[in-house]
Nanobody
Framework: QVQLVESGGGLVQPGGSLRLSCAASGSIFSAYRMGWYRQAPGKQRELVAR???????YYADSVKGRFTISRDNAKNTVYLEMNSLKPEDTAAYYCRADRLSLSLIYWGQGTQVTVSS
């Protein structure tokens, strides 16, 4: 079992920055692939960025060059650094941990990011 708690969301002006954090507890954090997803009102949840247990990363085209995902296994935490934010980045952001080989998927409760002037 893995518990995930996101933090760091808020209201920011276009062009601004935020850093989201996702603290994990309850299992071997380093063994999990970690991802950030987002869901805007009326839209499906989408993958934003992902980092494997070995540190390989993936980004959605919409955030490449602006967002950076990282993980600190010593602190059981994954981060999403978001720069040059746009109004279309407004969404609830969710942290996910998975080990698909074991059919394990866990979600956090989400944190709201609003980009508006």
């Amino acid at each position: 079992q893995v518990q995930l708690v996101e933090s760091g969301g808020g209201l920011v002006q276009p062009g601004g920055s935020l850093r989201l954090s996702c603290a994990a507890s309850g299992s071997i954090f380093s063994a999990y692939r970690m991802g950030w997803y987002r869901q805007a009102p009326g839209k499906q949840r989408e993958l934003v960025a992902r980092i494997t247990s070995s540190g390989s990363t993936y980004y959605a085209d919409s955030v490449k060059g602006r967002f950076t995902i990282s993980r600190d296994n010593a602190k059981n935490t994954v981060y999403l650094e978001m720069n040059s934010l746009k109004p279309e980045d407004t969404a609830a952001y969710y942290c996910r941990a998975d080990r698909l080989s074991l059919s394990l998927i866990y979600w956090g409760q989400g944190t709201q990011v609003t980009v508006s002037s």
